[in-house]
């Protein structure tokens, strides 16, 4: 986030005739560690994926994709990104990244997660 072209947080004042500028994340740019929005992918990544995408965690372990299914458990690590088609799951506090994947087809849904979140 930049304002008056300067990096800056949410705590930053804002006055009339600022110019406030957010981009997405970008992994080439070096933004300090203390100004960004939300911390880094884990890397490599590491998923939690509903029970209800069965098909999709057996996917992403033939890749070897660190995978676990996720059964609304409380001690699952919060470096993993959750992947579910349920709205409400992703939008609870204690989930960091979620994505909830577009198609119902295990082969797409695959392609979507590759593509977005590796």
């Not at 939300?38 to 490599?44: E, S």
Request: aromatic residues 10%; proline residues 7%.
């Amino acid at each position: 986030m930049l304002s008056n072209g300067e990096l800056a947080q949410f705590t930053t004042h804002v006055y009339d005739k600022d110019r406030i500028a957010v981009f997405p994340h970008f992994y080439q740019v070096g933004v300090p560690q203390n100004l960004r929005l939300k911390p880094p992918l884990p890397v490599p990544p590491c998923f939690a994926v509903g029970e209800l995408l069965g098909k999709l965690i057996r996917f992403l372990r033939i890749l070897g994709i660190d995978t676990i299914e996720d059964k609304r458990q409380k001690d699952f690590d919060k470096e993993r990104i959750i992947i579910s088609r349920n709205r409400q799951r992703l939008k609870e506090k204690r989930v960091v990244f979620g994505y909830w994947p577009r198609s119902e087809k295990a082969e797409i849904q695959l392609a979507e997660v590759v593509n977005n979140l590796t």
